[in-house]
């Protein structure tokens, strides 16, 4: 939906609303609030492919990648394994780095914080990547 037509049926339940018919404006509301939530999950869901995709081309595709919501936040936590299963690194991405970055800035600043260099150096320790850049915390010194 575009602006366009997201502007029509706000201005549409807000006649509602004036004219006593609540309940209209607000299923049209929670219609719109509903797609807007949709389509915030695709790009979250879009963004995260593409860090998969390049956490994979940096094992040359000899890794699995594996992620989760961190417990009840909404942080990610994403494992990159060997193909027989085992751990090789932690990371965890912020939301705020996801949401507020698009997938061609989230690339850009993985390549520029030298994402694969940190990597090896930290092991199996967990990289925190956030828009203030990659930290390892049990490494204090390791960061960029």
């Known amino acids: 939906m575009n602006l366009e037509e997201r502007l029509e049926k706000t201005m549409l339940a807000i006649t509602f609303a004036e004219d006593g018919k609540h309940e209209w404006a607000r299923k049209l509301l929670s219609e719109l609030d509903k797609q807007r939530r949709h389509k915030a999950k695709n790009i979250l869901r879009d963004r995260l492919a593409t860090i998969q995709l390049y956490l994979e081309t940096l094992g040359d595709r000899k890794v699995k990648i594996e992620k989760q919501k961190l417990f009840n936040s909404k942080h990610y936590l994403i494992f990159i394994k060997n193909l027989t299963g085992l751990v090789r690194h932690h990371l ?19 390549m520029s ?9 930290a092991g199996k320790h967990v990289v925190l990547v956030s828009d203030q850049g990659l930290y390892v915390p049990s490494l204090g010194g390791l960061n960029r």
């Open 92 to 110: 965890i991405f912020t939301y705020q780095f996801v949401s507020e970055n698009t997938t061609v800035e989230i690339i850009e600043k993985l």
């Open 113 to 121: 914080w030298n994402l694969a260099d940190l990597l090896a150096k």
